[in-house]
């Protein structure tokens, strides 16, 4: 009977043995194929039901995770603020003649919803302070990357979040041949040199030197209609007292003296509420991956969990206290923002693809896009119902994490990072859906 059991067991490693062979045979000739640099890319595939790893390639190598890094940072935040959480702006009156505006960082304020605010204000109003408390003056991530200081999915983000801090430019065709006009409906004091002309296609190019001429936007090339273009703000606070000047005086409000900063008082008056959901604000980072949300989101779970104002380095506090609560061991990784655009930020496949394993039940993973919606509107739609995942690109870095149900009715939770200069983002996404999706027909 004992030679029987011992020739079972046997059997069965060999089975697992073979299997686990099979796999690695075949994973490793998809990237082989690939051309990609075989160091250049890490891979975890675990069970999502016991955690065990089924495939791991270079999974305990350090990369840059990029967008990724939103489904773990955005886990442990939405836990702290949790789901019924929203972005306040309020305005208090304190007598006298004297209101205070309340910011919340509310990545979702528009210029319209302070017109709104503004209406409870009375004429001949003194002063009108404002408590920016909620986050710190730090407005750009650790690690970003000065040139991308124009690309509109980049923008500064803090407690004087208003219009997504964008500025909208408007060109209006003329002649052909003849110069484009252009308008500043936010009259934001930008110096704009316009050599756009007006022509049968349109192809602007914009560029700015950060170090020597930070409020000059040059505009080249060619319109053919109305075009319009966003520009981030260079200077989110004076965005914000501009169009908070405009929305007043639109309410015939006058002030003789220049907003102060003055934090709110026990005793102030609440007289009106601008809010907006943090559920849409995960929709919002998971599906189309938005950087100045992601950030905003992070910070302020940072402060509010330690009753502080909100920073990067109390959002990385809270992801620690996160991943001790769970378990998860987090003394190898390196975090320096929340949305994995910094480039010193640094993950591995095997901790990504375990933090998911942990936390496979939690609410957030319910926000996590399905082939067909937001950044995989293009990609795996075959295969539609039976992925979620997230995905992420930087320069030179490729990146793709979630869960996976294979054809058989297996579940397993997964991470792909790529970081190589020399393979196309277009070559790096497809060795991520081809990997996917021979995974889901061979596990």
């Known amino acids: 009977m004992k030679k029987i059991i011992s020739l079972l067991f046997a059997f069965i490693f ?33 069970d999502a039901e016991n955690g065990k790893i089924v495939y791991a390639l270079n ?36 007598g006298n003649d004297n209101y205070l505006i309340k910011l919340s960082g509310d990545p979702y304020l528009k210029y319209s919803d302070l017109k709104t605010l503004t ?87 914009i560029k700015r030197n950060p170090m020597s001429q ?36 639109e309410n015939r409000i006058y002030l003789k003296t220049p907003f102060a900063n003055k934090k709110k008082n026990p005793d102030d008056i609440i ?21 100045m949300v992601a950030e905003t989101v992070f910070k302020l779970a940072g402060g509010h969990r330690y009753g502080e104002t909100g920073s990067a380095k109390l959002g990385i506090k809270m992801f620690n206290d996160f991943c001790k609560s769970k378990n998860i061991d987090y003394s190898r990784i390196n975090i320096t923002d929340g949305s994995g655009v910094s480039k010193n930020n640094l993950l591995s496949a095997d901790f990504i693809s375990q933090f998911l394993f942990v936390n496979k039940n939690d609410k957030v993973m319910d926000f996590l896009p399905h082939p067909g919606e937001g950044t995989l509107t293009q990609r795996m739609l075959p295969i539609k119902e039976s992925l979620k995942a997230k995905t992420g690109t930087l320069a030179g870095v490729s990146s793709i994490a979630g869960f996976l149900t294979t054809k058989k009715g297996h579940k397993y939770a997964f991470c792909i990072i790529q970081n190589d200069v020399k393979l196309s983002d277009t070559d790096k996404k497809a060795l991520e859906d081809y990997i996917i999706r021979e995974a889901y027909f061979k596990l």
């Open 214 to 249: 930070d409020n000059t936007i040059k505009f080249e090339g060619t319109i053919s209609r109305q075009t319009i273009i966003n520009i981030p703000s260079n200077n989110i606070k004076r965005y914000f007292e501009i169009r908070l000047t405009q929305a007043l005086e």
């Open 59 to 94: 999974d305990k190598i350090m990369m840059n995770p990029a967008s990724v890094q939103k489904v773990i940072t955005m886990t442990a935040a939405y836990n702290e603020l949790g789901e019924d959480y929203k972005f306040s702006t309020e305005l208090y009156s304190r």
């Open 271 to 291: 007289m009106s509420t601008i809010e907006h959901d943090l559920k849409s604000a995960l929709i919002d980072i998971l599906k189309n991956s938005n950087n």
């Open 14 to 46: 060999m089975c697992i043995n073979v299997q686990a062979k099979n796999q690695k045979a075949l994973f490793g000739n998809i990237i082989r194929d690939s051309g990609i640099n075989n160091d250049s890319i890490s891979v975890s595939i675990r």
């Open 119 to 205: 209406k409870r204000i009375e004429i001949g109003t003194k002063n009108i302070f404002v408590d920016d408390s909620i986050l710190d003056n730090t407005i750009w991530g650790e690690g970003w990357q000065w040139d991308d200081d124009l690309n509109p999915l980049m923008q500064k983000f803090g407690a004087y979040n208003l219009d997504k801090n964008l500025i909208k430019i408007i060109f209006t065709p003329s002649k052909i041949g003849e110069y484009a006009q252009i308008s500043n409906p936010s009259k934001y004091p930008y110096v704009f040199i316009n050599n756009v002309k007006t022509s049968d296609s349109t192809n602007v190019d």
